[in-house]
């Protein structure tokens, strides 16, 4: 089942002389639960991508579907409730709100959209990323790998259709940098929660289902690490 389209995908900031191409004629779709790496060099447009498919910034051209949604047909409104309820984020410097607790930084869309919290669910989550000890903490009382784990509790309390992750280990030294990426390797395979991570780090894109290679805006390569 497909779960992401994106049909001639097209960023141009500025205008005349001065216009920069970020991303040029970008097409591909992603399967229910695939585990796909987006890599390439600094200015490739990686970044830009992951902001058009999140939602996070309208393309100049072209279309993205995100579960059967052509997501920029909605009103500036629609988007933001679509992405807050269908796409979770998760970011390199965490985004967390300071003066809110680990709990309330974690079930933040659920409160913003005045749903009903799901104990059990919550609970799950919260003991997955080991965070039941720090529920009353904030975050800057935890260390950068326990704020990067309340990140991924946010992004999944809603039960997205994806999850985007834009170099969520590049602030972080190794040992939590690979329990980072088990963690939402974990959720990948365990719940089928489709995940898309852009990284510099071969090694962490080696362990995708799929890689996609980014150079001057275009896709370079499209390759099958796994079927």
Known sequence: MEILKTEHLSKVYGKGETAVKALDDVSFSVKKGEFIAIIGPSGSGKSTLLHMLGGVDRPTGGKVFVDNTDIYNLDETQLAIFRRRQIGLVYQFYNLIPV???????????????????????????????????????????????????????????????????????????????????????????????????????????QADRVISIEDGGIARDEVIRP
Do not use: W
């Open 100 to 206: 809110l607790t680990v709990e309330e930084n974690i079930l933040l869309p659920l409160l913003l959209d005045e749903h009903k919290v799901d104990k059990k669910q919550f609970n799950d989550i919260v003991s997955t990323l080991n965070l039941q000890d720090r529920l009353n903490y904030l975050p800057n009382q935890l260390s950068g790998g326990q704020q990067q784990r309340v990140s991924i509790g946010r992004a999944l309390i809603n039960h997205p259709a994806l999850m985007l992750a834009d170099e969520p280990t590049g602030n972080l030294d190794s040992k939590n940098s690979s329990e980072i990426i088990d963690l939402l390797k974990m959720f990948n395979k365990t719940y089928k929660q489709t995940l898309i991570v852009i990284t510099h780090d071969e090694r962490i894109a080696l």
